[in-house]
């Protein structure tokens, strides 16, 4: 499995993921260039990604979808885009056959209609991706267990959220079962999950405001050194907003 991270945060989100014998995309809530520029780098076009999945209806995860209107077909759970939109309609808990991959979605906790979250398999590799959720349904965990690769949102430090210049609304929000994972949140999920096949760990939608790397990063491997974990075999990134990022066998 071949990844590229497009983007990642409150200021675009799309993710590229690529097969020898197939190609998909999560969210396009960037402009097609962007989405062009990873395409260049798996030496793909627009006409060879089979389809795009949506986690929810927020602008910065389907901005971009315009650009796609008609050309490439479009996943998404009931509620996210108007139904005429929807090539294939989600139901979370069902997966989708769109060889050579099986995506699984899953029910987010988010401020959105029907969000959802994905497990997608390729060959004998799986990919956990997680964003935009304030917490991760207890149903879900064994889903998550041991996936060779996790995009993993780490949104805020919770310190820093409560010392910004937000509203306090929007920060009771941002902290809430339906807002976004803090640092601390993410690292305990992750230490929980992560087995003998994690190769990969990438931190994401992490807030500019709110939030550095270095935070999101050491938050992680603070919960990992208390929980007696060697993560010698993990390659562990965190994403800053606007840049795209390389995972998988392409590294």
Known sequence: MKIVFVSSGSKGNATLIAHEEGLIQIDMGVPKKEVAQGLKILDRKLEDIQGVFITHEHSDHIGGLATYHGRIPLYASEGTLPKEDISCVLNPGVGVDIAPFMVFPFSASHDANNPVNYVIYAGKEKLGYVTDTGLIYEDNLPLLKNCDYYLFESNHDYKMLLKSSRPLALKRRIHSEHGHLCNIDAAKYLCSLIGPNTKQIFLGHISDECNTTE??????????????????????TAIPQKTMQIGGELL
């Not at 935070?215 to 562990?236: C, F, N, P, T």
């Open 215 to 236: 935070l999101a990063l050491a938050a992680l491997r603070k919960e990992m050194v208390e929980q007696g974990i060697d993560d010698s075999h993990i390659k562990i």
